[in-house]
DNA sequence: CGCCAAATTGACTGGTATCAAGCTACGTGG
DNA sequence: CCACGTAGCTTGATACCAGTCAATTTGGCG
Protein backbone atom coordinates (compact mmCIF):
# COMPACT_ATOMS: atom_id res chain seq x y z
CA UNK A 1 0.00 0.00 0.00
CA UNK A 2 1.48 3.40 -0.85
CA UNK A 3 -0.08 6.72 0.56
CA UNK A 4 -1.01 9.22 -1.72
CA UNK A 5 1.62 12.26 -1.86
CA UNK A 6 0.35 15.21 -0.12
CA UNK A 7 0.17 17.54 -2.44
CA UNK A 8 -1.39 17.21 -5.74
CA UNK A 9 0.66 16.11 -8.91
CA UNK A 10 1.02 18.55 -12.00
CA UNK A 11 2.34 17.46 -15.16
CA UNK A 12 5.90 18.55 -16.09
CA UNK A 13 4.58 21.19 -18.73
CA UNK A 14 2.97 22.96 -15.97
CA UNK A 15 6.21 23.43 -13.87
CA UNK A 16 7.69 24.37 -16.96
CA UNK A 17 5.80 27.24 -17.28
CA UNK A 18 6.17 27.92 -13.69
CA UNK A 19 10.31 27.60 -13.11
CA UNK A 20 11.50 28.34 -16.55
CA UNK A 21 14.72 27.98 -15.57
CA UNK A 22 14.80 25.05 -13.50
CA UNK A 23 12.48 22.86 -15.45
CA UNK A 24 14.78 20.77 -17.45
CA UNK A 25 16.92 19.68 -14.89
CA UNK A 26 13.47 19.22 -12.46
CA UNK A 27 11.80 16.99 -14.65
CA UNK A 28 14.97 14.58 -15.15
CA UNK A 29 15.41 14.73 -11.00
CA UNK A 30 11.97 13.90 -10.47
CA UNK A 31 12.36 10.98 -12.60
CA UNK A 32 15.67 9.79 -11.18
CA UNK A 33 13.89 10.07 -7.60
CA UNK A 34 11.43 8.01 -8.64
CA UNK A 35 13.93 5.80 -9.90
CA UNK A 36 15.57 5.46 -6.76
CA UNK A 37 12.72 4.27 -5.19
CA UNK A 38 11.87 1.81 -7.91
CA UNK A 39 15.16 0.42 -7.26
CA UNK A 40 15.19 0.35 -3.08
CA UNK A 41 12.19 -1.68 -3.25
CA UNK A 42 13.05 -3.89 -5.87
CA UNK A 43 16.61 -4.81 -4.71
CA UNK A 44 16.23 -4.56 -1.21
CA UNK A 45 12.60 -5.28 -0.46
CA UNK A 46 12.76 -2.59 2.72
CA UNK A 47 9.80 -2.87 5.48
CA UNK A 48 7.32 -0.56 4.63
CA UNK A 49 5.39 2.06 7.23
CA UNK A 50 3.17 4.52 7.65
CA UNK A 51 4.13 7.11 10.74
CA UNK A 52 2.14 9.80 11.40
CA UNK A 53 3.20 13.87 12.71
CA UNK A 54 4.91 13.51 15.96
CA UNK A 55 6.16 10.45 15.17
CA UNK A 56 9.63 9.71 16.20
CA UNK A 57 11.81 7.37 13.77
CA UNK A 58 14.62 7.39 16.06
CA UNK A 59 16.52 9.26 18.44
CA UNK A 60 19.86 10.84 18.86
CA UNK A 61 22.16 8.39 21.14
CA UNK A 62 19.92 5.16 20.40
CA UNK A 63 22.64 2.28 18.48
CA UNK A 64 22.53 2.30 15.03
CA UNK A 65 21.56 -0.19 13.03
CA UNK A 66 18.70 0.94 10.23
CA UNK A 67 18.73 3.44 7.58
CA UNK A 68 15.46 4.51 6.51
CA UNK A 69 13.74 6.45 2.87
CA UNK A 70 11.14 8.27 2.90
CA UNK A 71 8.60 7.46 0.01
CA UNK A 72 6.32 9.99 0.99
CA UNK A 73 5.74 12.85 3.95
CA UNK A 74 7.90 14.97 5.66
CA UNK A 75 10.53 14.79 8.39
CA UNK A 76 12.44 16.87 10.36
CA UNK A 77 15.57 16.34 11.75
CA UNK A 78 16.32 17.79 15.76
CA UNK A 79 19.73 18.30 16.44
CA UNK A 80 20.04 18.91 20.36
CA UNK A 81 23.08 20.14 22.05
CA UNK A 82 24.59 19.33 25.70
CA UNK A 83 23.25 22.48 26.80
CA UNK A 84 19.92 21.74 26.21
CA UNK A 85 18.95 23.53 23.13
CA UNK A 86 16.86 21.98 20.44
CA UNK A 87 17.11 23.09 16.97
CA UNK A 88 15.89 21.44 13.11
CA UNK A 89 18.70 20.84 11.22
CA UNK A 90 17.34 19.41 8.16
CA UNK A 91 14.12 18.58 6.74
CA UNK A 92 13.62 15.74 4.65
CA UNK A 93 11.25 14.86 1.70
CA UNK A 94 10.23 12.10 -0.39
CA UNK A 95 13.25 9.87 -1.58
CA UNK A 96 15.57 11.44 1.19
CA UNK A 97 17.27 8.77 3.41
CA UNK A 98 17.79 9.02 7.04
CA UNK A 99 20.18 8.15 9.16
CA UNK A 100 23.51 8.41 7.66
CA UNK A 101 24.94 10.97 10.25
CA UNK A 102 25.14 7.83 12.58
CA UNK A 103 27.18 5.72 10.45
CA UNK A 104 30.18 7.05 11.42
CA UNK A 105 30.29 6.53 15.40
CA UNK A 106 27.37 4.16 15.83
CA UNK A 107 25.45 6.36 17.15
CA UNK A 108 22.14 8.41 15.86
CA UNK A 109 22.74 11.88 15.97
CA UNK A 110 19.62 13.62 15.80
CA UNK A 111 16.16 13.01 16.48
CA UNK A 112 14.13 11.82 13.13
CA UNK A 113 10.91 13.56 13.73
CA UNK A 114 7.53 12.79 11.10
CA UNK A 115 5.78 16.23 10.26
CA UNK A 116 2.69 14.93 8.99
CA UNK A 117 1.40 11.48 7.56
CA UNK A 118 3.81 9.38 5.98
CA UNK A 119 5.32 6.77 4.64
CA UNK A 120 8.97 5.13 5.43
CA UNK A 121 11.29 2.73 4.35
CA UNK A 122 13.33 0.56 6.42
CA UNK A 123 16.97 -1.44 5.82
CA UNK A 124 19.13 -2.70 7.92
CA UNK A 125 22.82 -1.39 7.13
CA UNK A 126 24.12 -4.89 6.99
CA UNK A 127 21.37 -6.02 4.35
CA UNK A 128 22.36 -2.75 2.92
CA UNK A 129 26.13 -3.18 2.40
CA UNK A 130 25.46 -6.73 1.25
CA UNK A 131 23.06 -5.89 -1.21
CA UNK A 132 25.26 -3.09 -2.58
CA UNK A 133 28.11 -6.27 -2.95
CA UNK A 134 25.68 -7.50 -5.46
CA UNK A 135 23.90 -4.59 -7.27
CA UNK A 136 26.58 -1.75 -8.39
CA UNK A 137 23.72 0.59 -9.15
CA UNK A 138 22.54 0.79 -5.20
CA UNK A 139 25.50 1.88 -4.06
CA UNK A 140 25.60 4.55 -6.64
CA UNK A 141 22.41 5.56 -5.37
CA UNK A 142 23.49 5.38 -1.65
CA UNK A 143 26.47 7.36 -2.25
CA UNK A 144 24.40 9.80 -4.53
CA UNK A 145 21.75 10.90 -1.77
CA UNK A 146 24.65 11.01 0.78
CA UNK A 147 26.71 13.32 -1.62
CA UNK A 148 23.59 15.41 -1.81
CA UNK A 149 23.08 15.53 2.07
CA UNK A 150 26.29 17.36 2.32
CA UNK A 151 25.95 19.87 -0.34
CA UNK A 152 22.63 20.55 0.74
CA UNK A 153 24.10 20.84 4.50
CA UNK A 154 26.99 23.32 3.01
CA UNK A 155 24.51 25.62 1.32
CA UNK A 156 22.84 25.69 4.46
CA UNK A 157 26.48 26.94 6.23
CA UNK A 158 26.92 29.46 3.34
CA UNK A 159 23.29 30.89 3.92
CA UNK A 160 23.69 31.00 7.76
CA UNK A 161 26.63 32.86 7.53
CA UNK A 162 26.29 35.04 4.76
CA UNK A 163 22.29 36.22 4.36
CA UNK A 164 20.72 38.64 6.02
CA UNK A 165 17.26 37.35 7.65
CA UNK A 166 14.71 38.25 4.67
CA UNK A 167 17.32 36.85 2.02
CA UNK A 168 17.31 33.09 4.55
CA UNK A 169 13.59 32.94 4.41
CA UNK A 170 13.31 33.63 0.57
CA UNK A 171 16.12 30.74 0.40
CA UNK A 172 14.14 28.82 2.69
CA UNK A 173 11.08 29.34 0.37
CA UNK A 174 12.59 28.91 -2.58
CA UNK A 175 14.36 25.42 -1.65
CA UNK A 176 11.16 24.38 -0.61
CA UNK A 177 9.51 25.01 -3.90
CA UNK A 178 12.45 23.31 -5.70
CA UNK A 179 12.31 20.38 -3.24
CA UNK A 180 8.69 19.83 -4.34
CA UNK A 181 9.34 20.74 -8.20
CA UNK A 182 11.73 18.20 -8.11
CA UNK A 183 8.85 15.77 -6.99
CA UNK A 184 6.53 16.53 -9.58
CA UNK A 185 4.73 18.19 -7.31
CA UNK A 186 3.70 21.78 -7.68
CA UNK A 187 5.83 24.55 -6.46
CA UNK A 188 3.33 27.24 -6.90
CA UNK A 189 0.90 26.70 -4.39
CA UNK A 190 2.09 24.95 -1.23
CA UNK A 191 1.61 24.41 2.92
CA UNK A 192 4.25 25.10 4.93
CA UNK A 193 4.05 22.44 7.73
CA UNK A 194 5.92 24.24 10.08
CA UNK A 195 5.12 26.66 12.08
CA UNK A 196 7.02 29.92 12.29
CA UNK A 197 9.11 29.13 15.14
CA UNK A 198 10.25 26.19 13.59
CA UNK A 199 11.27 27.76 10.58
CA UNK A 200 13.09 30.48 12.42
CA UNK A 201 14.92 28.02 14.45
CA UNK A 202 16.20 26.17 11.34
CA UNK A 203 17.27 29.27 10.08
CA UNK A 204 18.75 30.62 12.90
CA UNK A 205 16.39 33.32 13.43
CA UNK A 206 13.19 34.59 15.67
CA UNK A 207 9.92 33.42 14.94
CA UNK A 208 9.34 37.30 14.95
CA UNK A 209 11.66 38.04 12.37
CA UNK A 210 10.67 35.12 10.34
CA UNK A 211 6.59 36.60 10.70
CA UNK A 212 7.79 40.28 9.77
CA UNK A 213 10.03 39.13 6.70
CA UNK A 214 6.83 37.09 5.31
CA UNK A 215 4.92 39.86 5.43
CA UNK A 216 6.86 41.91 3.69
CA UNK A 217 7.36 39.84 1.07
CA UNK A 218 3.70 39.67 1.23
CA UNK A 219 3.73 43.52 0.81
CA UNK A 220 6.72 43.28 -1.85
CA UNK A 221 4.39 40.81 -3.89
CA UNK A 222 6.88 38.16 -3.99
CA UNK A 223 4.04 35.79 -2.45
CA UNK A 224 0.77 35.90 -1.30
CA UNK A 225 -1.03 34.35 1.94
CA UNK A 226 -3.49 31.65 0.37
CA UNK A 227 -7.16 32.19 1.74
CA UNK A 228 -8.17 30.57 5.01
CA UNK A 229 -4.27 29.59 6.12
CA UNK A 230 -1.58 31.57 6.80
CA UNK A 231 0.39 28.69 6.29
CA UNK A 232 -0.44 28.06 2.67
CA UNK A 233 2.24 29.94 0.04
CA UNK A 234 1.83 31.17 -3.03
CA UNK A 235 5.08 31.95 -5.77
CA UNK A 236 4.15 33.82 -8.12
CA UNK A 237 7.09 33.97 -9.45
CA UNK A 238 9.46 31.36 -8.46
CA UNK A 239 12.36 33.35 -10.09
CA UNK A 240 11.48 36.43 -8.63
CA UNK A 241 12.39 34.41 -5.51
CA UNK A 242 16.59 33.66 -6.35
CA UNK A 243 16.82 37.33 -7.76
CA UNK A 244 15.73 38.62 -4.42
CA UNK A 245 18.59 36.57 -2.61
CA UNK A 246 20.77 37.87 -5.00
CA UNK A 247 19.91 41.15 -5.10
CA UNK A 248 19.93 41.50 -1.36
CA UNK A 249 23.70 39.43 -1.15
CA UNK A 250 25.03 41.80 -3.72
CA UNK A 251 24.69 44.67 -1.39
CA UNK A 252 26.74 43.33 1.05
CA UNK A 253 29.09 43.06 -1.51
CA UNK A 254 29.79 46.68 -1.64
CA UNK B 1 57.54 8.94 0.67
CA UNK B 2 55.66 10.59 3.17
CA UNK B 3 55.90 14.73 4.09
CA UNK B 4 56.19 14.78 8.21
CA UNK B 5 53.34 16.00 9.92
CA UNK B 6 53.23 19.61 10.63
CA UNK B 7 53.11 19.72 14.33
CA UNK B 8 54.67 17.71 16.87
CA UNK B 9 53.29 14.30 17.92
CA UNK B 10 52.98 13.64 21.60
CA UNK B 11 52.40 10.71 23.32
CA UNK B 12 48.84 9.99 24.19
CA UNK B 13 49.21 9.84 28.09
CA UNK B 14 49.96 13.86 27.45
CA UNK B 15 47.05 14.04 25.54
CA UNK B 16 44.97 12.52 28.41
CA UNK B 17 46.27 14.91 30.67
CA UNK B 18 45.21 17.26 28.60
CA UNK B 19 41.97 16.41 27.94
CA UNK B 20 40.59 14.26 30.22
CA UNK B 21 37.31 13.82 28.78
CA UNK B 22 37.91 12.89 25.64
CA UNK B 23 41.27 11.24 25.77
CA UNK B 24 40.12 7.45 25.60
CA UNK B 25 38.03 8.14 21.99
CA UNK B 26 41.03 10.42 21.19
CA UNK B 27 43.32 7.70 21.18
CA UNK B 28 41.21 5.02 19.54
CA UNK B 29 40.36 7.38 17.08
CA UNK B 30 43.61 8.71 16.21
CA UNK B 31 44.57 5.05 15.69
CA UNK B 32 41.56 4.57 13.21
CA UNK B 33 42.65 7.32 11.21
CA UNK B 34 45.91 5.85 10.56
CA UNK B 35 44.23 2.41 9.99
CA UNK B 36 41.90 4.05 7.35
CA UNK B 37 44.97 5.48 5.51
CA UNK B 38 46.89 2.21 5.54
CA UNK B 39 43.87 0.15 4.28
CA UNK B 40 43.53 3.09 1.63
CA UNK B 41 46.88 2.90 0.59
CA UNK B 42 47.24 -0.75 0.43
CA UNK B 43 43.89 -1.60 -1.54
CA UNK B 44 43.63 0.97 -3.40
CA UNK B 45 47.31 2.48 -4.24
CA UNK B 46 46.59 5.78 -4.62
CA UNK B 47 48.55 8.18 -6.52
CA UNK B 48 50.44 10.42 -4.08
CA UNK B 49 51.28 14.31 -4.71
CA UNK B 50 52.48 16.84 -2.99
CA UNK B 51 51.16 19.99 -3.13
CA UNK B 52 51.66 23.25 -1.98
CA UNK B 53 49.74 26.57 0.03
CA UNK B 54 47.57 28.12 -2.29
CA UNK B 55 47.45 24.50 -4.75
CA UNK B 56 44.05 23.93 -5.88
CA UNK B 57 43.05 20.13 -6.64
CA UNK B 58 39.82 21.00 -7.55
CA UNK B 59 37.62 23.78 -8.39
CA UNK B 60 33.89 24.30 -8.66
CA UNK B 61 32.41 23.32 -11.63
CA UNK B 62 34.65 20.77 -12.87
CA UNK B 63 33.73 17.62 -13.82
CA UNK B 64 34.28 14.59 -10.99
CA UNK B 65 35.88 12.31 -11.75
CA UNK B 66 38.97 11.24 -8.60
CA UNK B 67 38.56 11.28 -5.06
CA UNK B 68 41.05 12.68 -2.72
CA UNK B 69 42.32 11.80 0.42
CA UNK B 70 44.78 13.93 2.50
CA UNK B 71 47.96 12.23 4.06
CA UNK B 72 49.60 14.91 5.66
CA UNK B 73 48.41 19.15 5.34
CA UNK B 74 45.46 20.64 5.99
CA UNK B 75 42.91 22.20 3.03
CA UNK B 76 39.91 24.59 2.77
CA UNK B 77 36.81 23.94 0.82
CA UNK B 78 35.14 27.74 -1.05
CA UNK B 79 31.51 27.78 -1.83
CA UNK B 80 31.15 30.25 -4.52
CA UNK B 81 27.68 31.72 -4.54
CA UNK B 82 26.38 33.24 -7.83
CA UNK B 83 26.78 36.29 -6.54
CA UNK B 84 30.64 36.32 -6.04
CA UNK B 85 30.32 35.88 -2.34
CA UNK B 86 33.02 33.18 -1.33
CA UNK B 87 32.59 30.96 1.98
CA UNK B 88 34.93 28.77 3.75
CA UNK B 89 32.51 25.98 3.94
CA UNK B 90 35.09 23.36 5.69
CA UNK B 91 38.82 22.67 6.56
CA UNK B 92 40.14 18.89 6.04
CA UNK B 93 43.04 17.87 7.99
CA UNK B 94 45.04 14.55 7.63
CA UNK B 95 42.83 11.15 7.10
CA UNK B 96 39.69 13.33 5.57
CA UNK B 97 38.26 13.19 2.05
CA UNK B 98 37.78 15.20 -0.26
CA UNK B 99 35.25 15.67 -3.63
CA UNK B 100 32.29 13.75 -1.83
CA UNK B 101 30.03 16.22 -2.28
CA UNK B 102 30.94 15.87 -6.36
CA UNK B 103 29.20 12.54 -6.22
CA UNK B 104 25.83 13.55 -6.87
CA UNK B 105 25.86 15.91 -9.77
CA UNK B 106 29.39 14.94 -11.46
CA UNK B 107 30.25 18.37 -10.83
CA UNK B 108 32.80 19.37 -8.23
CA UNK B 109 30.29 21.73 -5.69
CA UNK B 110 33.66 23.71 -3.58
CA UNK B 111 37.23 24.62 -4.68
CA UNK B 112 39.39 22.33 -2.81
CA UNK B 113 42.77 24.49 -1.65
CA UNK B 114 45.38 23.71 0.26
CA UNK B 115 47.05 26.04 3.14
CA UNK B 116 50.27 24.55 3.32
CA UNK B 117 52.38 21.73 2.18
CA UNK B 118 50.40 18.61 2.15
CA UNK B 119 50.54 15.41 0.55
CA UNK B 120 47.40 14.10 -1.38
CA UNK B 121 46.05 10.46 -2.41
CA UNK B 122 44.25 10.45 -5.30
CA UNK B 123 41.76 7.89 -6.54
CA UNK B 124 39.42 7.21 -9.59
CA UNK B 125 36.20 7.21 -7.91
CA UNK B 126 35.30 4.09 -10.86
CA UNK B 127 38.25 2.55 -9.54
CA UNK B 128 37.01 3.19 -5.93
CA UNK B 129 33.62 1.61 -6.64
CA UNK B 130 35.16 -1.34 -7.95
CA UNK B 131 37.43 -1.81 -5.01
CA UNK B 132 35.09 -1.71 -2.70
CA UNK B 133 32.84 -4.41 -4.04
CA UNK B 134 36.62 -6.69 -3.46
CA UNK B 135 37.08 -5.39 0.02
CA UNK B 136 33.92 -4.96 2.47
CA UNK B 137 36.34 -3.00 4.82
CA UNK B 138 37.09 0.00 2.17
CA UNK B 139 33.17 0.69 1.48
CA UNK B 140 32.86 0.99 5.45
CA UNK B 141 35.70 3.28 5.41
CA UNK B 142 33.98 5.53 2.71
CA UNK B 143 30.59 5.94 4.61
CA UNK B 144 32.25 6.65 7.65
CA UNK B 145 33.50 9.30 6.24
CA UNK B 146 30.75 10.32 4.50
CA UNK B 147 28.71 10.09 7.85
CA UNK B 148 31.26 12.05 9.46
CA UNK B 149 31.69 14.91 7.27
CA UNK B 150 27.31 15.05 7.36
CA UNK B 151 27.10 14.98 11.22
CA UNK B 152 30.21 18.25 10.97
CA UNK B 153 28.49 19.86 8.85
CA UNK B 154 24.79 20.16 10.93
CA UNK B 155 27.06 21.07 14.20
CA UNK B 156 28.54 23.58 12.06
CA UNK B 157 24.99 24.28 11.15
CA UNK B 158 23.64 24.35 14.71
CA UNK B 159 26.75 26.37 16.03
CA UNK B 160 26.22 29.03 13.19
CA UNK B 161 22.39 29.30 14.29
CA UNK B 162 22.34 29.40 17.36
CA UNK B 163 25.90 30.65 19.59
CA UNK B 164 26.54 34.03 19.65
CA UNK B 165 30.11 35.43 18.00
CA UNK B 166 32.07 34.81 21.40
CA UNK B 167 31.09 31.35 21.42
CA UNK B 168 31.34 30.62 17.61
CA UNK B 169 34.88 31.27 18.09
CA UNK B 170 35.72 29.15 21.37
CA UNK B 171 33.88 26.14 19.41
CA UNK B 172 35.92 26.95 16.48
CA UNK B 173 38.97 26.49 18.15
CA UNK B 174 37.60 23.60 20.30
CA UNK B 175 37.04 21.80 17.50
CA UNK B 176 40.49 22.86 16.02
CA UNK B 177 42.14 20.96 18.80
CA UNK B 178 39.91 18.38 19.04
CA UNK B 179 40.85 17.83 15.27
CA UNK B 180 44.63 17.77 16.43
CA UNK B 181 44.27 15.38 19.35
CA UNK B 182 42.37 13.06 17.02
CA UNK B 183 45.29 12.92 15.04
CA UNK B 184 48.03 12.18 17.03
CA UNK B 185 49.24 15.98 17.58
CA UNK B 186 49.34 18.20 20.12
CA UNK B 187 46.07 20.71 20.73
CA UNK B 188 46.99 22.22 23.94
CA UNK B 189 49.35 24.25 21.42
CA UNK B 190 49.48 24.75 17.81
CA UNK B 191 49.50 27.18 14.94
CA UNK B 192 45.99 28.46 13.07
CA UNK B 193 46.71 28.73 9.74
CA UNK B 194 43.87 30.57 9.30
CA UNK B 195 43.62 34.92 9.21
CA UNK B 196 41.08 36.81 11.10
CA UNK B 197 39.58 37.15 7.55
CA UNK B 198 39.70 33.52 6.82
CA UNK B 199 38.01 32.23 10.44
CA UNK B 200 35.47 34.98 10.53
CA UNK B 201 34.09 34.49 6.99
CA UNK B 202 34.37 30.22 7.97
CA UNK B 203 32.13 31.50 11.07
CA UNK B 204 29.65 34.28 9.28
CA UNK B 205 31.53 37.05 11.24
CA UNK B 206 33.79 39.95 10.54
CA UNK B 207 37.52 39.67 11.40
CA UNK B 208 37.47 42.34 13.27
CA UNK B 209 34.76 40.45 15.68
CA UNK B 210 37.44 37.28 15.53
CA UNK B 211 40.08 39.51 16.63
CA UNK B 212 37.91 41.04 19.46
CA UNK B 213 36.94 37.86 20.69
CA UNK B 214 39.99 36.42 20.63
CA UNK B 215 42.11 39.27 22.83
CA UNK B 216 38.69 38.62 25.26
CA UNK B 217 40.01 35.48 25.30
CA UNK B 218 43.33 36.25 26.31
CA UNK B 219 41.95 38.82 28.86
CA UNK B 220 39.79 35.87 30.38
CA UNK B 221 42.88 33.37 30.30
CA UNK B 222 40.97 30.86 28.38
CA UNK B 223 43.88 31.31 25.84
CA UNK B 224 47.21 32.91 25.48
CA UNK B 225 49.02 33.57 22.23
CA UNK B 226 52.35 32.13 21.95
CA UNK B 227 55.53 34.65 21.47
CA UNK B 228 56.61 36.01 18.28
CA UNK B 229 53.01 35.51 16.14
CA UNK B 230 49.21 35.57 16.73
CA UNK B 231 48.42 32.85 15.06
CA UNK B 232 50.08 30.81 17.14
CA UNK B 233 47.32 29.94 20.49
CA UNK B 234 48.22 27.98 23.58
CA UNK B 235 45.28 26.30 25.19
CA UNK B 236 46.26 26.23 29.10
CA UNK B 237 42.66 23.77 30.07
CA UNK B 238 41.01 22.14 26.78
CA UNK B 239 38.09 21.40 28.61
CA UNK B 240 37.56 24.84 29.59
CA UNK B 241 36.42 25.60 25.90
CA UNK B 242 33.78 23.56 25.87
CA UNK B 243 32.42 25.27 29.69
CA UNK B 244 32.55 28.15 28.34
CA UNK B 245 30.34 26.99 24.90
CA UNK B 246 28.22 25.79 28.04
CA UNK B 247 27.44 28.65 29.90
CA UNK B 248 27.45 31.69 27.26
CA UNK B 249 24.52 29.11 25.15
CA UNK B 250 22.89 28.38 28.63
CA UNK B 251 22.32 32.18 28.75
CA UNK B 252 20.17 32.46 25.87
CA UNK B 253 17.84 29.67 27.46
CA UNK B 254 17.05 31.98 30.38
C1' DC C 1 64.80 50.81 5.71
C1' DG C 2 60.33 50.98 3.88
C1' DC C 3 56.49 48.69 2.12
C1' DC C 4 52.38 45.84 2.68
C1' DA C 5 49.35 42.53 4.70
C1' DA C 6 47.51 41.25 9.03
C1' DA C 7 45.82 42.44 13.32
C1' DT C 8 44.11 45.43 17.00
C1' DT C 9 41.20 48.83 18.95
C1' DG C 10 37.75 52.55 19.18
C1' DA C 11 33.45 55.09 17.88
C1' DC C 12 29.30 54.71 15.67
C1' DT C 13 25.43 52.35 13.14
C1' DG C 14 22.08 49.06 12.10
C1' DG C 15 19.83 44.65 11.92
C1' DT C 16 17.71 41.27 14.94
C1' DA C 17 16.41 39.86 19.37
C1' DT C 18 13.60 40.83 23.13
C1' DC C 19 9.57 42.23 25.43
C1' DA C 20 4.88 43.19 25.17
C1' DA C 21 0.23 43.78 23.42
C1' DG C 22 -3.29 42.31 20.62
C1' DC C 23 -5.30 39.32 16.85
C1' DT C 24 -7.09 34.95 14.54
C1' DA C 25 -8.41 30.32 14.14
C1' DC C 26 -9.95 26.38 16.25
C1' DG C 27 -11.51 23.07 19.59
C1' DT C 28 -13.89 22.18 24.01
C1' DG C 29 -17.34 22.24 27.25
C1' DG C 30 -21.24 24.57 29.22
C1' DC D 1 -25.03 28.09 20.15
C1' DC D 2 -21.73 30.75 22.53
C1' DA D 3 -17.98 31.49 26.11
C1' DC D 4 -13.63 30.32 26.81
C1' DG D 5 -8.86 28.69 26.40
C1' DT D 6 -4.98 27.92 23.73
C1' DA D 7 -1.60 27.89 20.07
C1' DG D 8 -0.03 30.32 16.34
C1' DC D 9 0.68 34.70 14.31
C1' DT D 10 1.29 39.74 13.75
C1' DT D 11 2.94 44.17 14.94
C1' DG D 12 5.19 47.83 17.71
C1' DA D 13 8.81 49.80 20.97
C1' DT D 14 13.20 49.23 22.78
C1' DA D 15 17.81 47.11 23.64
C1' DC D 16 21.92 44.99 22.36
C1' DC D 17 25.16 42.42 19.65
C1' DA D 18 27.92 42.47 15.83
C1' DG D 19 28.94 45.08 11.50
C1' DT D 20 31.02 49.16 9.51
C1' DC D 21 34.33 52.70 9.18
C1' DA D 22 38.59 54.42 10.52
C1' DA D 23 43.07 55.03 12.88
C1' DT D 24 47.02 52.75 14.51
C1' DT D 25 50.25 49.02 15.54
C1' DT D 26 52.63 44.79 14.48
C1' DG D 27 55.20 41.62 11.79
C1' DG D 28 57.19 39.81 7.54
C1' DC D 29 60.12 40.46 3.72
C1' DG D 30 62.52 42.35 -0.29
Redesign the interface.
Known amino acids: MHLTAASIEVPFTQLRSMAPAASADTAATGQRIAERLRLIEAVLAPKRRIVHAGDVIYRAGEVFSHLHVLNSGLFK ?1 L ?1 V ?5 E ?1 V ?2 LKFRGDWLG ?6 GVY ?2 DAVAMDTAEVWTVRYDDL ?1 RA ?2 EH ?1 AL ?2 TV ?9 R ?6 A ?3 LPADARVVTFLHNWAGALADRGLRADQFSLRLTRAEIG ?4 LTLETVSRVLSKLVREQLITFNARSRRDICIPDFHALALFV ?1 RR ?2 K ?2 H
Chains 1, 2 share one sequence.
Do not use: W
Open positions: LSSTEGRQVGFGAIAKACLCAPIEHEAMSSEIVDRDAIMMSTNYLGQAADL
